[in-house]
């Protein structure tokens, strides 16, 4: 079962949260003003009455909650886990003009754990959501109790880097006929493909929305160009050295994110772990699920221990 909880984030944007798995005891599935009930969350099958410890899960840019539904819904049995839509992307708002700056991404996931009741959270991060993360684990460590860096690079990209993802997009052969279409386009001839990626085809599906001529994102290239544009050009390594949790930093082994560059990272971080998840690139919690949860799981519960 899925239930949406609505948050309202910076500039009362309105964000959509995700809970995968079965709502607590008492709560009405569909309730139609679910966010004015969800700040806290329902302690009836907590272990002696307590408040399970709160993950919030942060898609990368283009991404979707739903990315990590097979995560919540393990991560359910000891934790009040939910996932967020950011802005532009899945059911949340998509402001035409934004802003898509990284202040508003990290004032978004702040609300969210706010308003949720997650505190203290352990954020887990793939990619962009990932840089919200460790953003907003420097800025109030008092909301965050342990960190999860999933193939994200603190080092700048540049601006070869955002000009190769513009016409990345102008290549797309918007609109898909079909959804086998997206799969195949994505997961086995879109020239960026070194090999074949079925993972990479099955992601993309479900960010696609079928409207009258076909199938279209359900975000809009402009706006995610937009977004990446305010974190490219910088590094990222002062703010990483300010967070204070547990961090663990995993990459997959043909992921974006080097292991020269994930080795410093644990080292400039001052609690930092280092991880790797074998035959996984960019996408590893869908490339590679078990083995992501294997290295995930026993970090979680060493640094937010359950009580269960």
Known sequence: MV???????????????????????????????????????????????????????????????????????WLSARYRAIALDQRGHGRSDKPAEGPYDREAYVADAEAAIEQLGLAPVALVGH??????????????????????????????????????????????????????????WFGEDDPLLERTNPSRGEFFVEVMAERADGWRPVF???????????????AHWDELAQVRCPTLVVRG????????EAQEMVRVLPRGIYAEV????????YDQPDDWRRVIEPFLQAALPSGG
């Not at 004015?36 to 969350?41: E, F, N, P, R, V």
């Not at 809009?220 to 910088?234: G, K, N, Y």
């Not at 074998?278 to 919690?285: E, I, K, M, R, S």
Request: proline share 7%.
């Open 278 to 285: 074998p035959d996984a690139g960019h996408l590893v919690h």
């Open 3 to 73: 239930r949406r909880i609505n948050v309202t984030g910076a500039d009362g944007i309105r964000l959509a949260a995700w809970e995968f798995a079965d709502p607590p005891k008492g709560t009405q599935e569909g309730a139609p003003d679910a966010a004015d009930t969800a700040g806290a969350a329902d302690t009836a099958d907590s272990p002696a009455g307590r408040t399970p410890p709160g993950v919030l899960l942060l898609h990368g840019l283009m991404g979707r909650a739903s990315h990590w539904a097979q995560a919540a819904r």
């Open 127 to 184: 990619s962009m959501g990932a840089l919200t993360a460790w953003q907003l684990a420097a800025k109030r460590p008092d909301l965050v109790q342990a960190l999860v860096i999933c193939d994200m690079r603190a080092s700048a990209l540049g601006e070869q880097s955002q000009s190769e993802w513009e016409s990345w997009f102008k290549s797309w052969p918007v609109p898909f006929a079909t959804l086998g279409d997206v799969r195949r």
């Open 253 to 260: 082994i043909d992921g974006e994110l080097g292991r020269a």
């Open 220 to 234: 809009s290239p402009r706006q995610m160009l937009r977004a990446r544009e305010t974190w490219v050009h910088d």
